[in-house]
């Protein structure tokens, strides 16, 4: 997925780098120091729909059996994440017990039109 | 808010980078609490001091957690008055987390500073209103220690399991085998009770999914 360039319209994956000192997050959290939220937005046209990735591929078979009965569907292609990755957090909680953990999903690694 | 195309994703961002940026961190404080199922940040009052901190975080395992939903945990003992015989010490966890989870590993960390003449005979034994009156105990775990530095005891987790209150509570018991002497003495002499070297739990829990283990009827 390309990232997204000022001048590209197109569906990409936006990058953005959290550092937990911003939120003023760092006495609780422990390890890491901040994390990738990234998300995906730009425009998806007819000839991009279903191009690439997992999501997009449950669309690309509805898209593609409308296309056959309807050279022109109603509905829209969108920018959708298509790959992501847990986020391992060690974190105090409310007890001062040291918690280590796995959050499923929570960066996303890839864009792709629906 | 407001696209006219029905993918709000499809629209270029119209946002200012600073705008923007405000956006971002106010997704992640959301995305960041949602994923840990907290409603807001944990006030932390006690934090555990750095070095004891430092030395426990050696014990959890390098890497990813257990697979599927599993969490680790390390709990210090706060332990209310060192002043107490070694013998009949009480060490007090608070885990209100691990409550709602499956535990399935569990073992007490213990730092003996020294060890008096022959075997020291400790036994570990948990504390409180299980059996639904007060001053009940169950035994958890023994060891014959004859060299001081840190110790590890496992735990039977089911022994842990089922605790009502978030507050677990595990008796140090200890006896001289050389002659079966008690032994007397404030329990600081035995265990660092407030430096970087206190007692710890460290638990392997996995997060009770509703319905865990039970077949969904379609």
Same mark, same amino acid.
């Given at each position: 997925?390309?990232?997204?360039? @000022?001048?590209? @319209?197109?569906?990409?994956?936006?990058?953005?780098?959290?550092?937990?000192?911003?939120?003023?997050?760092?006495?609780?959290?422990?390890? @890491?120091?901040?994390?990738?939220?990234?998300?995906?937005?730009?425009?998806?046209? @007819?000839?991009?729909?279903?191009?690439?990735?997992?999501?997009?591929?449950?669309?690309?078979?509805?898209?593609?059996?409308?296309?056959?009965?309807?050279?022109? &569907?109603?509905?829209?292609?969108?920018?959708?994440?298509?790959?992501?990755?847990?986020?391992?957090?060690?974190?105090?909680?409310?007890?001062?017990?040291?918690?280590?953990?796995?959050? &499923?999903?929570?960066?996303?690694?890839?864009?792709?039109?629906? | 808010?407001?696209?006219?195309? $029905?993918?709000?994703?499809?629209?270029?961002?119209?946002?200012?980078?600073? $705008?923007?940026? $405000?956006?971002?961190?106010?997704?992640?404080?959301?995305? /960041?609490?949602?994923?840990?199922?907290?409603?807001?940040?944990?006030?932390? /009052?006690?934090?555990?001091?750095?070095?004891?901190?430092?030395?426990?975080?050696?014990?959890?395992?390098?890497?990813?957690?257990?697979?599927?939903?599993?969490?680790?945990?390390?709990?210090?003992?706060?332990?209310? !008055?060192?002043?107490?015989?070694?013998?009949?010490?009480?060490?007090?966890?608070?885990?209100?987390?691990?409550?709602?989870?499956?535990?399935?590993?569990? =073992?007490?960390?213990?730092?003996?500073?020294?060890?008096?003449?022959?075997?020291?005979?400790? =036994?570990?034994?948990?504390?409180? %209103? =299980?059996?639904?009156?007060?001053?009940?105990?169950?035994?958890?775990?023994?060891?014959? /220690?004859?060299?001081?530095?840190?110790?590890?005891?496992?735990?039977?987790?089911?022994?842990?399991?089922?605790?009502?209150?978030?507050?677990?509570?595990?008796?140090?018991?200890?006896?001289?085998?050389?002659?079966?002497?008690?032994?007397?003495?404030?329990?600081?002499?035995?265990? !660092?009770?407030?430096?970087?070297?206190?007692?710890?739990?460290?638990?392997? /829990?996995?997060?009770?999914? %509703?319905?865990?283990?039970?077949?969904?009827?379609?």
């Amino acid at each position: 997925t390309p990232t997204c360039e @000022p001048e590209t @319209p197109l569906c990409c994956r936006r990058d953005h780098y959290v550092d937990f000192q911003e939120l003023g997050w760092r006495d609780w959290i422990l390890q @890491p120091e901040g994390y990738q939220l990234n998300y995906c937005s730009g425009q998806c046209p @007819p000839h991009l729909a279903g191009s690439p990735g997992i999501a997009a591929s449950f669309h690309s078979a509805v898209f593609s059996l409308l296309k056959a009965n309807n050279p022109w &569907p109603e509905g829209t292609s969108c920018c959708v994440p298509t790959a992501r990755r847990p986020l391992s957090l060690l974190y105090l909680d409310h007890n001062g017990n040291v918690v280590k953990t796995d959050v &499923p999903d929570m960066v996303v690694e890839a864009c792709g039109c629906s | 808010q407001g696209t006219r195309s $029905a993918c709000t994703s499809c629209e270029s961002p119209t946002l200012a980078p600073q $705008a923007e940026r $405000a956006l971002v961190l106010e997704l992640a404080k959301q995305q /960041i609490l949602e994923g840990l199922h907290l409603t807001s940040r944990p006030r932390i /009052i006690h934090p555990p001091p750095q070095a004891a901190l430092t030395r426990a975080l050696r014990r959890l395992q390098p890497g990813i957690v257990a697979p599927g939903n599993g969490e680790e945990v390390i709990s210090f003992a706060t332990i209310t !008055d060192s002043s107490t015989s070694i013998c009949s010490s009480m060490l007090t966890f608070h885990l209100s987390t691990v409550q709602s989870h499956h535990l399935y590993h569990a =073992r007490l960390w213990l730092h003996v500073l020294r060890t008096f003449p022959g075997t020291l005979h400790l =036994r570990i034994f948990r504390w409180g %209103p =299980r059996r639904k009156h007060r001053g009940s105990r169950t035994l958890l775990a023994e060891r014959q /220690i004859t060299t001081p530095g840190w110790h590890a005891l496992t735990l039977p987790s089911s022994g842990l399991r089922g605790e009502e209150s978030a507050v677990l509570k595990l008796q140090v018991n200890c006896r001289s085998l050389e002659g079966n002497k008690t032994i007397t003495g404030p329990l600081r002499w035995l265990l !660092d009770t407030t430096g970087h070297q206190q007692p710890f739990l460290e638990l392997k /829990i996995r997060v009770n999914e %509703p319905e865990a283990g039970r077949a969904k009827r379609r």
